[in-house]
Nanobody, 125 residues
């Protein structure tokens, strides 16, 4: 079992920046691949960014490339999402997820073994 706890979500203005954090506890082997997803009101959950254990593979959704940066601190069992130039369309609940594998197809489909409870990000216009 893996527990994932997100933090850092809040209300920010358009153009602002925000850093989300996710801390994992439990089975280390189930956190090889970690990722951020988001779900906006009335929309399906979507992939935002993913990273492998060593940080050697990183992927982003086209909608956030150049604005968001995912990083990882294995010693702290944490991943982060640095978000800049935020837009109202970035408003969503952001979820941290993990799995013992890292397959891009699975990421895109949202097929991850473990999920956090989410943290709300609201970008005002």
């Amino acid at each position: 079992q893996v527990d994932l706890v997100e933090s850092g979500g809040k209300l920010v203005q358009t153009g602002g920046s925000l850093r989300l954090s996710c801390v994992a506890s439990g089975r280390t082997g189930s956190t090889y691949g970690m990722a951020w997803f988001r779900q906006a009101p009335g929309k399906e959950r979507e992939f935002v960014a993913g990273i492998t254990a060593g940080g050697d593979t990183i992927d982003y959704a086209d909608s956030v490339k150049g604005r968001f940066t995912i990083s990882r601190d294995s010693a702290k069992r944490s991943i982060y999402l640095q978000m800049s130039n935020l837009k109202p369309e970035d408003t969503a609940i952001y979820y941290c997820a993990s799995d013992s594998v890292y397959f891009k197809a699975s990421l895109r489909a949202g097929k991850m073994a473990h999920w956090g409870q989410g943290t709300q990000v609201t970008v005002s216009s």
